[in-house]
């Protein structure tokens, strides 16, 4: 459950605040600029935007025992590599009406795989982070997104200073502190919960920290870990000592506060279903059919949809026609339903945290071969199984987690838009079509996989699709 100054009182609270004051600080960045994010115009959509350098002491930990599949790590902090000063940078999305503020504060660990700090948790759920009045904060916590900043703009960033990812889970936890303290970081809004999240390599480190440091410092009252890989990231790493983790690396069973773990079809793929682990009363885990890895929301649309549905027209006109492959991909990249599940699954997430009830179970997508690792699909290739929407149950082409070709084709997975012919078979004309799709956006609206508010915007959005061509 929530807790505002948390299960221990007002005691630990004012030594939390005391310590903040005296090792760890915030102050707003002035430099020339802008935060480089490359998302949409805030206050288009009722939000804010500042950031600021956070900066302090920052400690790596060290493992008391050797660290096991089942995630329950035994770690302390490292003595001979603590203390360690560190400047980094937040940015902060908050509604500029306080009174829309919903008291929850969303920290994400913002992913560094392309060389440079990406919001992917922002750019596909934002809408929903605005409808609920949620603030967001895109943490940098690595050294590679660091070191871009100082490189890209240095008269903005020149005095960012990192010690290395060894460092990134106190990091982690110093951002949450400082939140936790409310002030200038907030506008001197209230918070009243805090939820971790990552996308991909962030939720790699995400799990090491969920593992090894959350039981220590217990500053998060949730975590949601999107596309993370069969693995955890390292304990510690080079310069300092190689502390690896074990693959596979679960969930721990014993922590207080809920893991939501959201996985698409090529990561199910890609771990060889070595992450799947029963839900319990703080943990769960969707698989959503007819998903990648990295969608054409995550790499285009969601970085100008304002909410106001013409994203959404856009995402389904990219079912029907994706356009050519990008980068040397063999096909075009997925159009499929990854950010409408992906902010259910944060609205479940919050009420979990908020009142202690879970987001809907979710069976598994289905397999046809567990070595190597193949879905069962239908006759048209969409999945079986896992996490249900309009685009697989009442489909207009196959939608799924698998591509290649060089770069990161093979995080991008496909759309192929059915015939004309199989479009004519499957509904004879357009009202079967938006029956039939208006049929499985209830079904999925009443299981709990997507919203309501996004379940009428696929609805209206389909009107003007020209099914059967």
Not at 81 to 89: A, I, P
Not at 118 to 130: I, Q
Not at 394 to 419: E, H, K
Request: net charge negative; proline share 8%; aromatic share 8%.
């Amino acid at each position: 459950m929530a807790k505002v100054l948390r299960s221990r009182g007002a005691v630990l609270a004012g030594i939390l605040t005391l310590v903040l004051v005296t090792a760890s600080c915030v102050r707003p960045v002035t430099g020339p600029g802008s935060p480089n994010l490359g998302s949409i115009d805030v206050t288009q959509v009722g939000y804010t935007q500042s950031e600021f350098f956070l900066y302090g002491l920052a400690d790596a930990y060290r493992p008391v025992a050797p660290l096991t599949t089942d995630g329950r790590w035994q770690v302390e902090r490292d003595p001979g590599h603590s203390g360690v000063g560190f400047q980094t940078r937040m940015v902060v999305h908050r509604p500029a009406d306080p009174d829309r503020f919903n008291g929850t504060v969303v920290i994400e660990w913002m992913n560094v795989t392309a060389g440079a700090d990406l919001p992917n948790e922002w750019t596909s759920a934002h809408n929903e982070f605005v409808r609920a009045g949620a603030v967001w904060i895109g943490l940098s916590a690595q050294v590679v997104g660091v070191n871009y900043l100082k490189s890209c703009c240095g008269g903005r960033y020149a005095q960012l200073n990192h010690p290395g990812d060894s460092y990134s889970y106190d990091i982690f936890s110093w951002a949450a502190r400082v939140v936790r303290a409310g002030g200038d970081v907030l506008g001197g809004l209230t918070p009243q919960r805090v939820i971790g999240t990552g996308e991909s390599q962030s939720a790699s480190r995400l799990v090491t920290y969920v593992n090894a440091v959350h039981p220590l410092v217990d500053l998060y009252d949730g975590f949601l870990l999107h596309s993370r890989g069969a693995s955890a990231s390292p304990l510690s790493q080079s310069p300092l000592p190689s502390v690896p983790a074990p693959s596979p690396s679960l969930i721990r069973d014993d922590l207080d506060e809920p893991v939501f773990v959201v996985q698409a079809e090529d990561d199910v793929i890609r771990s060889a279903l070595a992450t799947r682990q029963p839900d319990t009363a703080t943990f769960r885990m969707w698989e959503m059919a007819g998903t990648a890895h990295a969608d054409q929301y995550m790499i285009g649309v969601g970085f100008t949809d304002l909410g106001d549905g013409a994203g959404t027209v856009r995402m389904l006109e990219l079912l029907l026609d994706p356009g050519p492959p990008a980068g040397g991909c063999a096909k075009p990249s997925n159009a499929g339903p990854t950010h409408w599940i992906l902010q259910a699954a944060f609205h479940h997430l919050d009420r979990w945290v908020r009142d202690g009830t879970p987001p809907p179970v979710a069976e598994p997508l289905q397999v046809a071969s567990t070595s190597p690792v193949v879905l069962a699909r239908d006759a048209d290739g969409n999945a079986l199984g896992g996490v249900r929407s309009p685009h697989v149950d009442a489909p207009v082409a196959t939608v799924d987690g698998l591509n290649s070709g060089g770069g990161f084709c093979g995080l991008f997975g496909s759309t192929t838009p059915f015939t004309a012919a199989r479009l004519a078979e499957l509904y004879p004309d357009n009202q079967a079509f938006l029956d039939a799709w208006g049929a499985a956006i209830v079904d999925a609206v009443g299981d709990g996989f997507l919203l309501p508010a996004d379940g009428w915007e696929l609805y209206l959005a389909a009107l003007s699709l020209p099914v059967p061509a």
